[in-house]
């Protein structure tokens, strides 16, 4: 099946410092990834829409200048938590949905597959 | 995008067959019913997708009346290795884009 992958699984960093998180498809050529932000206890929240090639399309409440997002490739999209603080720590999750029509993989009508988050530690 | 709404918890022996029903009234022409499974600390993983009636895989059935207003996820003979949340979630079709928004989740806690 479709793996992503995410790196670093785990970070913890000082106040005022950026982190990058990456997200890869590993197998199959994604040109839509999302990335999502999950505190203790409660559910995904979708942050933003990132499309290869493109500007990153946010959720309303997420600042865009905060939660940098690149997909500069149809397998790789990053997202940098510029100058982090400690309510920024949670569980960031992407997914990558894969576009039918695209060589390298079977159709899945709108499954995303997931990564395995990356935990994020602000001190 | 349809919002729905599922139990916040249950509980289930194992062996036992575990149906959550999940209730989504302003589901679109185009959305499907997608269901996922998260355990702590990690990435949901797809469980089973369906559009109207009956769908059934290895893992679990998914049940869809005809008003697509609800639908119903069964898990048959749950072990202590399926305590996890689970999500209910309806989104467009993949030629929409595929976003999907998350509601709470059901929390399932299978006890021996």
């Known amino acids: 099946g479709a793996v992503v992958s995410q790196h670093p699984s785990r970070v913890i960093c000082k106040s005022g410092t950026s982190v990058k998180i990456e997200c890869r498809s590993l197998d199959f050529q994604a040109t839509t990834m999302f990335w999502y932000r999950q505190f203790p206890k409660q559910s995904l929240m979708l942050m933003a829409t990132?499309?290869?090639?493109?500007?990153?399309?946010?959720e309303q409440g997420v600042e865009k200048d905060k939660f940098l997002i690149n997909h500069a490739s149809l397998t790789l999209s990053t997202l940098t938590v510029t100058s982090a603080h400690p309510e920024d720590s949670s569980f960031y999750i992407c997914?990558?949905?894969?576009?039918?029509?695209?060589?390298?993989?079977?159709?899945?009508?709108?499954?995303?597959?997931f990564g395995p988050g990356t935990r994020l530690t602000v001190l | 995008l349809a919002k729905t709404t599922q139990p916040i918890s249950m509980d289930s022996y194992e062996g036992q067959e575990v149906n959550i029903t999940c209730s989504h009234n302003?589901?679109?022409?185009?959305?499907?019913i997608t269901w996922y499974q998260q355990f702590p600390s990690q990435g949901p993983r797809f469980i089973i997708q369906g559009y109207k009636t009956k769908v059934t895989n290895e893992v679990a059935s998914l049940f869809i009346p005809a008003d697509r207003k609800s639908s119903t996820l069964s898990l048959p003979r749950v072990s202590l290795s399926d305590t996890a949340v689970y999500y209910c979630?309806?989104?467009?079709?993949?030629?929409?884009?595929?976003?999907?928004?998350f509601g709470q989740g059901t929390e399932l806690s299978v006890k021996p």
């Open positions: 990132s499309n290869e090639g493109s500007k990153a399309t946010y």
């Open positions: 302003n589901i679109a022409t185009n959305d499907y």
């Open positions: 997914s990558a949905l894969e576009r039918p029509g695209l060589a390298g993989g079977p159709l899945s009508g709108n499954e995303q597959f």
């Open positions: 979630l309806v989104g467009e079709s993949h030629n929409q884009g595929g976003k999907l928004i």
